[in-house]
C-alpha cells in the first residue's frame, strides 16, 4: 500500500514535472513576449515624454512668444489709435483748413473788387488834383494880376483899405495940391445889405450909388465911381470936413446878390491882405458862352491902368 502510493506520488509528480515542463517555455515565451511588449511601451512612453517635454519647451517658447506678440499687438494697437486719433485731428484741421481758404479766396476777391474800386478813385483823385493844380496856377497868376493891380493901386492911386465897424476905403493923389490929402468913405455889408456909414467929403448922389451897388453888387464900380466924385468934388473945389451920413438915410432896402461880408473887425491891413475878402466874387473871371471869359469891371481896368504903368515906366 505505502509502495503503491509512493508509485502513485512519483507517478503524480512525473506527471506535473512533465506539465511544468511543457509550461515552462510556454510561460517563458508569454513572459518574453511580455517583456519585449513592455519594453516596447517602455520605450514609446519613455519617446512620449520625451516628445511630451519637447512639446512642453516648444509649448513655453510659443507661450512667450505669445506674449511677445500680445504686447506687440497692445503697442500695435497704441500706435495705431494714435495715428488713427492724429489722422482725424489731420483731417479736421484740413478740413478747417478747406473753410480758411475758401474764406480768403472771398477775402481776396472782395480786396481785388476794393483795390479796383480804390483804383479808380485814386485815378479820379488823381485827375481831380491834377485839375485842381491847374485851377491852382490858374488862380495863382490871377492872384499875381491882382496883386500887381493892387499894388498899381496902391502906388499911383494911393488907395488902402481900413477894416472895423464898416469897410474904409481911404483915397490920396487926389487933390493936385496936397497928394497925401485923404478923402474916404466907410461902407458896411449885413444882412445882404450895403450901407454907407461915413463920407469924408460930403458928396451928393449917394443914395442913388448906394442904391445902384445893392441892384448889381458891383463894389468895384461902386468904389471907382466914388473916387471921381471925389476927384470931382476937388475940381469944384469942395474942401474935406467930416460929415458923418445919417445910417438910415444911406440904407437901401434891396437885398445884395451875395453873401455878407464881416466887417466888425478892427485892424487895418493893407488892399494885399484884406481888400478884396469882401468882393473875391467878383475879382475872378467869369465865364460866357464857349471859352469866353469877362472880367469884373474893376479887375479889367486896374490891369489896363497896370500896363500902362509898365510902359511909363
Same mark, same amino acid.
Given at each position: 500500500?505505502?509502495?503503491?502510493?509512493?508509485?502513485?506520488?512519483?507517478?503524480?509528480?512525473?506527471?506535473?514535472? =512533465?506539465?511544468?515542463?511543457r509550461?515552462?517555455?510556454?510561460?517563458?515565451?508569454?513572459?518574453?513576449?511580455?517583456?519585449?511588449?513592455?519594453?516596447?511601451?517602455?520605450?514609446?512612453?519613455?519617446?512620449?515624454?520625451?516628445?511630451?517635454?519637447?512639446?512642453?519647451?516648444?509649448?513655453?517658447?510659443?507661450?512667450?512668444?505669445l506674449?511677445?506678440?500680445?504686447?506687440?499687438?497692445?503697442?500695435?494697437?497704441?500706435?495705431?489709435t494714435?495715428?488713427?486719433?492724429?489722422?482725424?485731428?489731420?483731417?479736421?484741421?484740413i478740413?478747417?483748413?478747406?473753410?480758411?481758404?475758401?474764406? %480768403?479766396?472771398?477775402?481776396?476777391?472782395?480786396?481785388?473788387?476794393?483795390?479796383n474800386?480804390y483804383a479808380?478813385?485814386?485815378?479820379?483823385q488823381?485827375?481831380? =488834383?491834377?485839375?485842381?493844380?491847374?485851377?491852382c496856377?490858374?488862380n495863382?497868376?490871377?492872384?499875381?494880376?491882382?496883386?500887381?493891380a493892387?499894388?498899381?493901386?496902391?502906388?499911383?492911386?494911393?488907395?488902402?483899405?481900413?477894416?472895423?465897424?464898416?469897410?474904409?476905403?481911404?483915397?490920396?493923389?487926389?487933390?493936385?495940391?496936397?497928394?497925401?490929402?485923404e478923402?474916404?468913405?466907410?461902407?458896411?455889408?449885413?444882412?445882404?445889405?450895403?450901407?454907407?456909414?461915413?463920407?469924408?467929403?460930403? %458928396?451928393?448922389?449917394?443914395?442913388?450909388?448906394?442904391?445902384?451897388l445893392?441892384?448889381t453888387?458891383g463894389?468895384?464900380?461902386?468904389?471907382?465911381?466914388?473916387?471921381?466924385?471925389?476927384?470931382?468934388?476937388?475940381?469944384?473945389?469942395?474942401?474935406?470936413?467930416?460929415?458923418?451920413?445919417?445910417?438910415d438915410?444911406?440904407?437901401?432896402?434891396?437885398?445884395?446878390?451875395?453873401?455878407?461880408?464881416s466887417?466888425?473887425?478892427?485892424?487895418?491891413?493893407? %488892399?494885399?491882405?484884406?481888400?478884396?475878402?469882401?468882393?473875391?466874387?467878383?475879382?475872378?473871371?467869369?465865364?460866357?458862352?464857349?471859352?469866353?471869359?469877362?472880367?469884373?469891371?474893376?479887375?479889367?481896368?486896374?490891369?489896363?491902368?497896370?500896363?500902362?504903368?509898365?510902359g511909363k515906366?
Amino acid at each position: 500500500m505505502q509502495g503503491s502510493g509512493k508509485s502513485n506520488m512519483r507517478t503524480r509528480m512525473a506527471e506535473m514535472r =512533465l506539465v511544468c515542463e511543457r509550461e515552462i517555455p510556454i510561460q517563458q515565451h508569454r513572459i518574453d513576449s511580455l517583456h519585449t511588449l513592455y519594453s516596447n511601451r517602455f520605450d514609446f512612453a519613455k519617446s512620449e515624454a520625451q516628445r511630451t517635454i519637447q512639446l512642453q519647451e516648444k509649448l513655453g517658447k510659443l507661450k512667450g512668444e505669445l506674449r511677445e506678440a500680445e504686447d506687440a499687438l497692445v503697442k500695435a494697437l497704441a500706435v495705431k489709435t494714435r495715428k488713427e486719433a492724429k489722422r482725424m485731428a489731420i483731417e479736421e484741421s484740413i478740413s478747417v483748413m478747406k473753410a480758411r481758404v475758401e474764406e %480768403l479766396k472771398g477775402i481776396v476777391e472782395d480786396q481785388r473788387g476794393r483795390k479796383n474800386e480804390y483804383a479808380a478813385i485814386i485815378s479820379q483823385q488823381s485827375e481831380a =488834383l491834377t485839375a485842381c493844380k491847374d485851377k491852382c496856377n490858374q488862380n495863382k497868376e490871377h492872384r499875381e494880376q491882382i496883386e500887381e493891380a493892387i499894388s498899381w493901386y496902391n502906388k499911383v492911386l494911393g488907395f488902402r483899405i481900413e477894416c472895423g465897424h464898416g469897410v474904409k476905403f481911404i483915397f490920396s493923389s487926389i487933390n493936385p495940391k496936397n497928394p497925401n490929402e485923404e478923402y474916404s468913405f466907410i461902407i458896411r455889408h449885413e444882412n445882404e445889405k450895403y450901407t454907407l456909414l461915413n463920407c469924408d467929403p460930403h %458928396l451928393s448922389d449917394t443914395k442913388e450909388l448906394v442904391y445902384e451897388l445893392n441892384k448889381t453888387n458891383g463894389l468895384f464900380k461902386f468904389v471907382r465911381t466914388m473916387r471921381e466924385k471925389f476927384q470931382e468934388a476937388v475940381a469944384r473945389g469942395i474942401t474935406l470936413h467930416g460929415s458923418s451920413l445919417d445910417q438910415d438915410s444911406s440904407i437901401v432896402s434891396l437885398s445884395a446878390p451875395v453873401a455878407s461880408v464881416s466887417s466888425d473887425h478892427r485892424y487895418e491891413s493893407p %488892399l494885399k491882405e484884406k481888400g478884396l475878402q469882401f468882393s473875391e466874387s467878383n475879382s475872378k473871371s467869369r465865364k460866357v458862352g464857349k471859352g469866353h471869359i469877362v472880367h469884373s469891371p474893376g479887375s479889367a481896368s486896374s490891369l489896363r491902368r497896370s500896363s500902362r504903368l509898365k510902359g511909363k515906366n
